[in-house]
Nanobody, 127 residues
Framework: QVQLVESGGGLVQAGGSLRLSCAAS???????????VGWFRQAPGKERDFVAV????????HYAESVKGRFTISRDNAKNLAYLQMNSLKPEDTAVYYC?????????????????WGQGTQVTVSS
């Protein structure tokens, strides 16, 4: 069982930056045979939307159009962490952000493709 824990959310003004972290408890992502780690977000009253994903083997990344050029997904193998660096934040980025991990790599934009989820971290961007 993979337990994911996000951190780094908070309140920031428009144009500011935040970095979210995602940790897998107890063991490394690799030891869990995780194939991809993604970030999703969910605003009140809306569906959970894909933000970014990293394919763990090879490090390929993909982004939602709405965040492309502003957000960067990365990892630190030594610290067993995945990150979401968010720059040039906008009020419409306000949401609860979730880290997710999956054994497969298909349909990475679909939340149903992911096997494990963190509890979420709130990001609020003020105008």
């Amino acid at each position: 069982q993979v337990q994911l824990v996000e951190s780094g959310g908070g309140l920031v003004q428009a144009g500011g930056s935040l970095r979210l972290s995602c940790a897998a408890s107890g063991r490394t992502f690799d030891s869990y045979a995780i194939a991809m780690v993604g970030w999703f977000r969910q605003a009140p009253g809306k569906e959970r939307d894909f933000v970014a994903v990293m394919l763990w083997s090879g490090g390929n990344t993909h982004y939602a159009e709405s965040v492309k050029g502003r957000f960067t997904i990365s990892r630190d193998n030594a610290k067993n962490l995945a990150y979401l660096q968010m720059n040039s934040l906008k009020p419409e980025d306000t949401a609860v952000y979730y880290c997710a991990a999956a054994w497969g790599t298909t349909y990475y934009t679909s939340a149903t493709s992911y096997n494990y989820w963190g509890q979420g971290t709130q990001v609020t961007v003020s105008s």
